[in-house]
């Protein structure tokens, strides 16, 4: 089921044999990318299911924006990914909007139910959000993220972007391969849930891999949306069907926090690296960690160390366990909690923080940054990211999520989808950043990312899966930045995954955490590592999933990629 990223000795000694051949260059470390780089001059897209790109290119040819296609890619993703994504979860999204020049955010989350406060928890007697069921329910953001985007930067009808993924709802899809796993995994352990077998295990079990899905509630749910717009879900006939469901399972959602729910534009906060602007929302979510990893590496001659080298791969590690101590501690709602973005992001912490790495030795713990004193919750987690360019020059960089694979386990009676979890993210220790409390955004894991050069964009991109999400941001960016791979290559390379800075349950990291290796990195590799201390864990899996377009300005084309440890591709015209 999982891929290998090692490559057979004749395949090897034929790329050896031929250093004429055009992609001779593509060694890659110890992997080898496995398909080029899409190339088109009108428009690209780039998501994880092959279906959901083709639905995205049909609107882009139809005269849609690339907003269009990119809701209409994620509308089909909900339906056919539901193990990562749908409208009972939340999105974010970075768009750049070619007539301003400039950037915009959205943050598409939701809210914890007004009705639910810590008091409950503590009063229950538990530690910390359960991961499941009614409690970690949260506003389900996603829809009105689809009208903001579509209000501000839309072309055609809502009907007309929705009309593909209800087309397939109704008539069904096969399901693809890694999904067909993920939804196996994911349906043995929610069938117990109100709603969830109905929905998502037709004959009570999962679809296998090939087998057509029809998901004819979800249809009418996309359908009521269509035609009567964002208000269906928020504050029309849905919303009560949401409500009524609720009351009867022991969820506090009510229709009010649908009412009063908003999205947020936000400005997007970058840093600079190896010149370049690198781009990321602002907390709740954790896109600064990437930044802050790229401040930290910047001042390192990693090129000369050599891709995936034991010293290079040491100071990404330390890197990450540094970010992520403030990651931990620090970021949460910022209509609840002043978080210094600035100061994070900043070159003088960077260099502050910087002078605690040990270039020879791997750190057990390190102390916290003087900006914040508790821990909290932030890893795991299921997403769908895509990106779309279109043919007048705009972009976005979208991500959703339900979170923890289909979200709570609950789905509402004949809508077709799973409400998300993501309250489960909430810290429970009082006086923390991020702590439970009514009316406020969860941290969040998923994060989209976009690049600029001299105020002009280059590359929209982001990866896939929870805690994973900035230290794959910022593995992709060196691959380009630091030793010019192209963005297929970049995508394929093999990739570490580090686990462990500040726990779950708040106590702080003291043994180092443990790093995951994909095959591609070798043995000699390995044993260095382990002999700077660093606790390797034999896993496969976990590694993120990535997408990304490349604007080259030179010669006015697109480039796309999507890797091979997902299901999907990149295609343009």
Known sequence: MFRSWMVGPMALMTLLLSPDAEGGDRLTGRAVATRSEVVAQHGMVATSQPLATQIALDILKQGGSAVDAAIAANAALGLMEPTGSGVGGDL???????????????????????????DYFVEQGLKRIPNFGPLPVSVPGCVDGWFELHGKFGKLPMKDVLAPAIRYAREGFPVSE???????????????????????????????????????????????????????????????????????????????????????????????????????????????????????????????????????????????????????????????????????????????????????????????GKLAEADARLREGDTVYLTVADKDRNMVSLIQSNYRGFGSGLCPDGLGFCLQDRGALFALEEGHPNVYAPGKRPFHTIIPAFVTRDGKPFMSFGVMGGDMQPQGHVQILCNILDFGMNLQEAGDAARYHHIGSSEPTGTHMTDGGWVSLESGIGQEVRRELARMRHRIHHAVGGFGGYQAIRYDADHNVYYGASESRKDGNAAGY
């Open 92 to 118: 974010f999204a970075i768009v750049w909007d070619q007539k301003s020049g400039k950037l915009y955010g959205l943050n598409a989350s939701g809210r914890s139910p007004r009705g639910l406060s810590r």
């Open 178 to 368: 890694l999904i067909a796993y993920y939804w196996g995994r994911g349906g043995a352990f929610l069938q117990k849930y109100p709603g969830f077998a109905d929905t998502f295990l037709p004959g009570g079990k999962a679809p296998a891999h090939g087998e057509i899905f029809r998901n004819p509630a979800l249809a009418y749910t996309l359908h009521k949306i269509a035609e009567q717009g964002r208000d269906a879900f928020y504050k029309g006939e849905l919303v009560d069907r949401i409500d009524a469901f609720c009351r009867r399972v022991g969820c506090f959602l009510r229709k009010s926090d649908l009412a009063e729910h908003t999205s947020t534009w936000v400005d997007p906060v970058s840093t600079g690296y190896r010149g370049y602007d690198v781009w990321e929302l602002p907390p709740n979510g954790q896109g600064i960690a990437a930044l802050q990893m790229l401040n930290l590496l910047e001042a390192y001659d990693l090129k000369a160390l050599g891709h995936n080298s034991a010293p290079y791969l040491h100071l990404h590690l330390e890197a990450k366990k540094l970010a992520y101590e403030d990651r931990a501690r620090f970021y949460a709602d910022m209509d609840f909690a002043k978080v210094p973005v600035e100061r994070l992001i900043s070159k003088e912490y960077a260099a502050e923080r910087r002078k605690l790495i040990d270039p020879e030795r791997a750190a057990r713990a390190y102390p916290p």
